[in-house]
C-alpha cells in the first residue's frame, strides 16, 4: 500500500513539474515579446549639420527607431546623400525630408528659398541693418524716404512703409541663425519676398533711401500707415494747410463791335467855285 501510494506520488510530482516548466516558458516567451519593441534603422547625423551644407557619406549613419516610424524620416543613405540642408539637423538626429532641400537643387542659400519666393539684396548700413542687429531669421519692416515724384516740394521729404514682416534670409555671407542675438555688421542682407515684393524692393533701393525697422517674430500684424511728410513732421502735429483749389477763370464772351457809320462825299460845283460835303447814314435818312 505504501508503495502504491508512493508511485501516485511520483507521478503526480512528475505532471506538476512538467506542467510548471510549460506554463514557465509561454510566459517568459511573452515577456520576452513585449521587452522587445519593434525597431527600424533609420538615417541619423554623425555630426552637426547646418544649413547650407550639402549632406555626404560621412555625414550620416545609422540609427535604431523604436516604434512607429514618423512621417518623413528616411531610411536610405541614397535619398540623404548630395542634398542640402534646409534647417540645422544636429548629431544623432534623425534626417527628415523637410529638413532637406529637394533633390538636385544643392546647398547654400538658394536651397533654402522656397518655392515661389524669392531672395533679394538689400545693401545696408549700420543704421540701415539696426546696429548689425538684422540677422538670419529676423522679421523685418521696410521703409523708403525721398521726395515724391511730379509732387510740390512744399511738403519735403516723404516716408512710407512699403513692406512688413518679411524674413531676413542672409547677413551677409552667413546664412545661419544666431540663437544669441550678437550684433553683426554687414554689407549685404537677403530678404525673402514674393516676385512682386522683390520688384517694390529694386525700384526703392535705387531709387530712394531704404530703412529696415526690426520687429518681433511673433508679432505677425499688418499695419497700415499713411506715410509721414516732412511738412507734418513739424507742424506740432497739426495737418499741413490745404492747397488752393485753383479758380477757373472765365473770359467774358466777345461783344458785338458797332461798325463805323459810313460816310458819302458829294463834290459841289457852283459857278467857277468847287467845294465837297460829307453826309453820314443819319443824315443821308
Not at 32 to 60: C, F, K, Q
Not at 75 to 88: C, E, I, P, Q
Not at 153 to 161: D, H, I
Request: aromatic share 4%.
Amino acid at each position: 500500500m505504501n508503495r502504491r501510494l508512493s508511485r501516485i506520488l511520483f507521478f503526480a510530482f512528475v505532471v506538476a513539474a512538467a506542467c510548471s516548466y510549460l506554463v514557465y516558458r509561454i510566459a517568459g516567451r511573452q515577456m520576452n515579446s513585449g521587452a522587445r519593441p519593434h525597431t527600424v534603422r533609420v538615417m541619423v547625423a554623425s555630426r552637426e549639420l547646418p544649413v547650407g551644407t550639402v549632406i555626404r557619406d560621412s555625414d550620416v549613419s545609422q540609427g535604431e527607431w523604436v516604434g512607429a516610424l514618423p512621417k518623413g524620416v528616411l531610411v536610405a543613405k541614397d535619398t540623404v546623400v548630395g542634398r542640402g540642408v534646409v534647417s540645422t539637423v544636429y548629431q544623432g538626429e534623425p534626417i527628415f525630408d523637410s529638413r532637406l532641400a529637394p533633390v538636385g537643387s544643392g546647398g547654400g542659400l538658394a536651397a533654402t528659398i522656397p518655392s515661389g519666393m524669392r531672395a533679394c539684396a538689400v545693401k545696408v548700413d549700420e543704421v540701415v541693418g539696426v546696429a548689425g542687429f538684422v540677422l538670419p531669421g529676423m522679421r523685418v519692416d521696410v521703409l523708403v524716404s525721398g521726395n515724391t515724384p511730379g509732387m510740390s516740394s512744399a511738403e519735403g521729404p516723404k516716408v512710407k512703409t512699403i513692406l512688413q514682416n518679411i524674413e531676413v534670409l542672409s547677413a551677409g555671407k552667413d546664412i545661419q541663425k544666431d540663437n544669441e542675438g550678437k550684433p553683426v555688421n554687414v554689407p549685404v542682407v537677403n530678404l525673402l519676398v514674393t516676385p512682386k515684393q522683390a520688384e517694390v524692393l529694386s525700384l526703392a533701393s535705387n531709387q530712394m533711401h531704404i530703412q529696415l525697422v526690426l520687429r518681433n517674430p511673433l508679432d505677425t500684424d499688418m499695419t497700415k500707415t499713411p506715410g509721414m511728410a516732412m511738412a507734418s513732421l513739424l507742424s506740432d502735429g497739426a495737418p499741413p494747410a490745404p492747397k488752393p483749389r485753383p479758380v477757373a477763370i472765365r473770359k467774358p464772351a466777345p461783344t458785338a463791335v458797332a461798325a463805323p457809320p459810313r460816310v458819302f462825299l458829294v463834290e459841289i460845283l457852283n459857278g467857277s467855285k468847287r467845294s465837297e460835303e460829307k453826309f453820314g447814314a443819319s443824315d443821308h435818312q
